[in-house]
């Protein structure tokens, strides 16, 4: 069922509502307002997919990487756990908690680990989160029935095939307090229901999130590939998550620079840049090129300190942002953030390509800062 | 010796039409047609055409048809007219068979067995006239990594690319060497590259002087005879290629012959003026990659890294491993030509069984540079049987990053693929060096028309594209998924790296 059974096509096709809310000061909330959120954009979907990626919710055990794995059955989970226990310390292993909802129906085994490469791995390692990357993959293409849908630190992914609303009920999300949410609701064209392909998709700890489709995707996809990456989900959404983590965390360009590579400025406005800024331009679209996003999307990419909002470059796709104090939201319609913050006044509409970002504020900058004025937000139209 | 040779043209006059201008007299460098004063009629020696149609085209009244003679042996799928033909040519002269273009046997054209996507209601498809539509490709070896710092908060370079092509249209012109065309060709070709924004290729010919304005769109080529390769043919260029094969006859050298060496061409190749240039099959510098390694890097030492270097090779059948190692060996190109690839001379033997298609060449080489991790550190160019957009946007799509397109570009010009290149009698004045014939194409025509094609091309291209939901070309590049394959067998497909429509 996790993989074998779907039709394979190219790529999943699906349109989709997205929402994200952050607090800019890491002050956590519960995921009700999300699940009101997502709720109120239904239209977006269709029931065949859902899900919520929630940020700061394992405070007790902030160090470890969290895998949330789905389960065919018994088997692929002893087999999981086989593969895990090889070369990871597990500190804590439990079912993920649900309840059971209407319009929910059969979860797959759903588990979560707390972990961290065994010290005698670790020790000779380069890099521990690309031998983490590894492991998932590993997991995801070798392990039958398993599938890793989060990794992330003090982290997690919540998601299945329903309405999202019903997906977030069903996970209990009110229970889990984060200062970082973002939600998804999935209206796919192909009929397929795979409770792995659902939003948001998760590495290490980016998720993202996605309205769209990627032209671009097959070409995306083979250059990823080249950097070790093994895209087994057949999404759009997979590719950017692999695709940021190439950029941001591997290669160490900026957020800013990372989204001048997913939705790059056209020819023509490089052309016209102070000299400088061109030549970083032309060699960012020059070298990663194949990683231009090509096709209508508007993505959510969040980790532990951000959350980001992107269109591509001619803005095929909606996307609006709002901001309340130390509340910023990202989402694909401007009803719902009005219909969780009431008080909400300040929203713009981004530029296509044009990152909007909404960064934590740590404790040292937050003594810097001024008069209450968020120093954090970038990509924001003047007011 | 009486020949066997049946004509395989018949000419036909409509004597009613004829105005006995002695048009096709004048213009048939083969001497088919004369005109007898006496009978006051036109006649034609058909044994000597080569149905070029050069005066089916200029008769000013249509009084000319010229068509395949439909006498025919009897019937043999194994001793057809052509191989009879092919015989007694060779019994009545001893020789090696000779032909000039590409191979014209019908081996698949998997071109034709490849089809585009294209987007509909899950993803909008773009219009080029009212959005922006992006051809625009730089060629030459890409880091892994590019680091960008920040200065005043604005991002500031910190890794240094090599030399880089900028080509605002992915087509180029294959490397045609002057000798083999004419200087008026030569002209045309580099005037309409500059006017494109993209570029032409010497050839193993040299450069003639009156061309070095246009250095900046000229592709230097370095082949293993060395012609005309000399400090400053170095320096004008905007890159070099080794020339190490040539689709339509790989493993063996050029030959020019002495006819063709007129004073110009011997000045600029710095050979005598008659003498036969027969460059040699291999390069006798490079008997092994690390001797190809050398020669890249001197050329790039001698243009003071400056210039990105090219590596042609014939697609054959360990392509793959061979571009993998010109890769690894520092070249920042790697051109590709199948087996349909032209020529000014080869033996038709060769030309006609050596090689493979540059279709499956290309997804191998491609593929196999993928599978090394080492895509990036070059790019890709293929040539040989290019014959239009479609083509041009299913290489690019297969992993092509730019064509080269020679045949095409001689047709643009005039020629209509007679195969007689290696005469030097080209009545369409391309692949001669005789004044009379060559001053025929005029260089503002030649240009013009070349430009044309070029930019009907790249509005297709951008149809195409847009029709996909895709606005900047290196969001197709390498991207099979867009492809499908017709009518092909899975082993195929494999090699492709395409899935069969439907699929």
């Keep these: 069922m996790l993989r074998g059974a779907r039709v394979r096509d190219d790529k999943d096709f699906s349109g989709c509502s997205i929402f994200g809310m952050m607090n800019l000061r890491g002050e956590k909330f519960n995921g009700d ?325 909404a960064e934590l504020i740590k404790p040292a900058a937050r003594e810097e800062e001024t008069g209450g004025k968020v120093l954090s937000i970038s990509g924001a139209e003047p007011a | 010796m009486k020949s066997y040779i049946l004509p395989q043209y018949l000419v036909e006059r409509d004597d009613y039409r004829c105005i006995r201008c002695e048009v096709c007299a004048r213009q048939c460098a083969f001497d088919v047609h004369w005109y007898d004063e006496e009978e006051d009629a036109v006649f034609a020696d058909e044994s000597k055409c080569v149905g070029c149609l050069r005066c089916v085209t200029l008769c000013p009244t249509n009084a000319l048809v010229v068509r395949h003679n439909p006498t025919q042996i009897p019937p043999n799928a194994n001793w057809t007219g052509e191989v009879l033909r092919n015989i007694y040519r060779q019994a009545e002269t001893g020789g090696v068979l000779l032909t000039g273009m590409g191979c014209d046997k019908g081996y698949p054209i998997y071109w034709d067995r490849i089809v585009l996507d294209a987007s509909q209601v899950t993803n909008p498809s773009i219009d080029p006239l009212r959005e922006p539509m992006e051809l625009r490709t730089y060629l030459g070896a890409k880091p892994d990594v590019v680091k960008v710092g920040r200065k005043g908060g604005k991002p500031s370079l910190e890794t240094r690319l090599t030399p880089q092509l900028r080509l605002e249209t992915p087509i180029m012109f294959s490397a045609i060497s002057y000798g083999a065309i004419s200087y008026n060709a030569c002209e045309s070709l580099a005037r309409a590259a500059t006017e494109m924004g993209t570029y032409y290729n010497t050839g193993e010919g040299g450069l003639h002087r009156n061309l070095y304005k246009y250095g900046d769109h000229t592709i230097c080529q370095v082949a293993s005879g060395r012609f005309g390769v000399h400090a400053d043919y170095l320096e004008v260029a905007a890159a070099l290629e080794i020339k190490i094969g040539q689709g339509a006859k790989p493993g063996i050298g050029g030959h020019l012959p002495g006819e063709k060496v007129s004073a110009e061409i011997s000045r600029t190749r710095m050979i005598p003026k008659g003498t036969d240039a027969i460059s040699p099959a291999p390069h006798h510098d490079i008997y092994s990659i690390e001797d190809l390694a050398q020669l890249i890097y001197a050329l790039k030492e001698a243009t003071h890294w400056e210039k990105p270097v090219s590596v042609k090779i014939a697609a054959v059948h360990n392509s793959a491993a061979i571009a993998s190692g010109i890769v690894r060996a520092g070249a920042d190109i790697v051109a590709l030509d199948g087996i349909r690839g032209g020529t000014g001379a080869a033996p038709t033997m060769i030309r006609d069984n050596v090689g493979i298609p540059i279709e499956l060449a290309l997804a191998a080489v491609d593929t196999r540079l993928r599978e090394e991790g080492i895509r990036n550190r070059a790019s890709v160019v293929v040539a040989g049987g290019i014959r239009n957009s479609s083509d041009v946007i299913k290489a690019i799509a297969l992993g092509a990053d730019a064509v080269y397109i020679g045949t095409a570009a001689l047709v643009a010009m005039g020629c209509h693929v007679c195969q007689k290149c290696y005469t030097g009698k080209c009545n369409w004045g391309i692949a001669t060096q005789d004044p009379y014939l060559s001053k025929r194409l005029n260089p503002d025509v030649g240009t013009r028309r070349l430009v044309n094609l070029l930019t009907g091309w790249s509005h297709e291209i951008m149809e195409m594209l847009g029709g996909m939901g895709i606005n900047a070309i290196e969001s197709l590049r390498g991207n099979r998924l867009r492809l499908r394959g017709v009518g092909l067998t899975q082993e195929e497909l494999d090699i492709l790296g395409i899935k069969h429509a439907g699929a």
């Design chain 1, 33 to 357: 307002p999300m699940i009101t959120a997502i709720a109120n954009m239904k239209e977006r979907s269709n029931g065949l997919g859902g899900g919520f990626a929630a940020y700061g919710i394992y405070p007790q055990y902030a160090e470890l990487y969290c895998f949330q794995l789905m389960y065919d059955d018994q088997a692929a989970k002893e087999e999981t756990e086989g593969y895990l226990k090889d070369s990871f310390s597990l500190e804590g292993a439990e079912v993920i908690p649900t309840r059971s909802c209407e319009g929910v129906s059969d979860p797959p085994l759903l588990w979560r680990y707390f972990l961290q490469p065994r010290e005698s791995i670790a020790c000779d390692l380069e890099d521990v989160d690309d031998f983490v990357v590894r492991a998932v993959m590993h997991i995801n293409v070798f392990i039958d029935g398993a599938f890793v849908f989060s990794s992330g630190k003090d982290m997690g992914v919540f998601k299945g095939v329903g309405f999202p609303e019903d997906v977030g009920r069903f996970f209990r999300l009110d229970e889990y307090e984060g200062y970082i949410w973002v939600a998804h609701g999935r209206f796919p064209t192909n009929t397929q229901a795979w409770w792995g392909g659902a939003h948001p998709f998760n590495i290490l700890d980016w998720s993202v999130v996605h309205n769209g489709e990627i032209s671009s995707y097959g070409i995306n996809m083979r250059h990823l590939e080249m950097y070790g990456y093994k895209c087994t989900l057949f999404t759009d959404t997979e590719v950017i998550a692999y695709a940021v983590d190439l950029l941001v965390r591997r290669h160490g360009l900026s957020i800013e620079d990372m989204s001048r590579v997913l939705a790059a400025p056209l020819w023509s406005e490089i052309d016209r840049m102070p000299a400088r800024e061109r030549e970083a331009h032309v060699a960012l679209r020059q070298s990663y090129g194949s990683l231009l996003l090509n096709g209508p999307f508007s993505i959510i990419i969040s980790n532990r300190e951000q959350m980001i909002g992107l269109t591509d470059r001619i803005r095929l796709r909606p996307l609006v942002a709002g901001r309340n104090g130390d509340f910023m939201y990202i989402s694909s319609e401007e009803a719902p953030m009005h219909l969780v913050d009431d008080t909400l006044k300040d929203t713009w509409i981004p530029h296509g390509g044009v990152p909007v970002v």
